[in-house]
């Protein structure tokens, strides 16, 4: 018998959104359940997602430390400066523009200190880089963290923003009217067409139509993608039950996240590793009293990368953006 299992390592693009009194603890010392937190941020009603201390709550299991109040206040600030920028009575368009000019923009409104893509680290892959308390105090971000900021001001103020996902990347959606469209924030907050992503990352027109991808994504789904990356931290940590745990979570929420189903197949083979595969070089050597359990977890294994391809999802090449 020779039977092989599959994993993959994803970076999820994530997110947007969580509870108001959300688990995002002011600042812990001890690093939360990261279960606890997932749950409580996505059974949160709908009234109470807010994408900023969804982030928090998600960031400070992994650095603790983070002060999430001073960083709401910051956040706060920021909003009061485009409000005065914009004016009183200001259009939506009008708002949209003075966001993308607070960021992108050097002036006395941002200190002459406009936030900037980290060409060193596009993805966030370095420790702490995808934190968002990471970039509102270096202003270097990535295809993470930028995208993400410049929503959360735009819910603050009142508009219809929100996040959407491609292969290693993640935009904005913005909804002016009946018109919404894609704003790239990795890029000077710039729109960009659909065939703008399309000709960057490769996929499958399925991964499209299933929602896979290029999705305007609902807060409660955006949150979920944001969770993704949670799950993906746990994965390298070799953690597969909390994978799963979080991963099952996420699927209740956003059932064609591709990711997340990739994430559980890949934490079924982390675990047929941990449990059989460094104890018994081969599948044959495996005693017959632990061959069904080995068995489950290779179908499982399996049945999670069968129903991510279903919906579109192919392993692809790492884009390089903006």
């Known amino acids: 018998m020779g039977i092989w299992w599959k994993v993959a390592l994803v970076i999820a693009a994530p997110m947007s959104a969580a509870v108001a009194p959300c688990p995002a603890h ?19 009603p709908d009234s109470n997602i807010d994408l900023a201390r969804a982030k928090f709550a998600f960031d400070q299991v992994l650095d603790p430390t983070i002060d999430v109040r001073t ?14 920028m914009a ?78 996902v491609v292969p290693f990347h ?22 960009e ?32 993608v944001l969770a993704d990356a949670l799950a993906a931290y746990l994965l390298e940590q070799k953690k597969p039950s909390q994978v799963l745990a979080v991963t099952e979570l996420v699927l209740a929420a ?19 590793d941990q449990q059989f595969r460094e104890k018994y070089p081969r599948p044959m050597d495996i005693p017959s009293n632990l061959q069904e359990q080995y068995l489950a977890l290779v179908d499982k294994n399996k049945q999670a990368f069968d129903q991510a391809e279903a919906l579109g999802w192919r392993e692809t090449e790492e884009p390089q953006y903006p």
Request: with cysteine; charged share 20%.
């Open 71 to 84: 960083y709401l206040e910051q956040i706060d600030q920021i909003v009061r400066t485009v409000q005065s």
């Open 170 to 191: 993640t935009f904005a959606k913005i909804t002016l009217g009946t018109r919404t469209f894609n704003v790239e924030a990795t890029s000077g907050g710039h729109v």
């Open 87 to 164: 004016g009183p009575g200001a259009s939506e368009k009008l708002k949209l523009t003075k966001v993308r000019d607070y960021l992108y923009e050097s002036g006395d409104w941002n200190d002459h200190r406009p936030y900037e893509y980290d060409m060193s680290d596009p993805l966030g892959r370095k420790p702490g880089n995808a934190l968002l308390s990471n970039y509102l105090t270096t202003r270097h971000g990535n295809c993470v963290t930028m995208p993400l900021l410049y929503v959360i001001l735009a819910q603050r103020l009142g508009l219809d923003a929100t996040i959407s």
């Open 26 to 44: 002011e600042n812990a010392s001890v690093s939360p359940d990261p279960v606890a937190v997932v749950r409580a941020v996505l059974t949160a």
């Open 254 to 272: 956003y059932p064609h996240d591709a990711n997340a189903l990739v994430e559980k197949g890949s934490a079924y083979g982390v675990m047929i």
């Open 193 to 224: 067409g659909d065939d703008f992503y399309r000709r960057k990352t490769p996929m499958a027109d399925a991964a499209v139509a299933n929602g896979v991808y290029m999705k305007t994504l609902t807060r409660r789904e955006a949150v979920a």
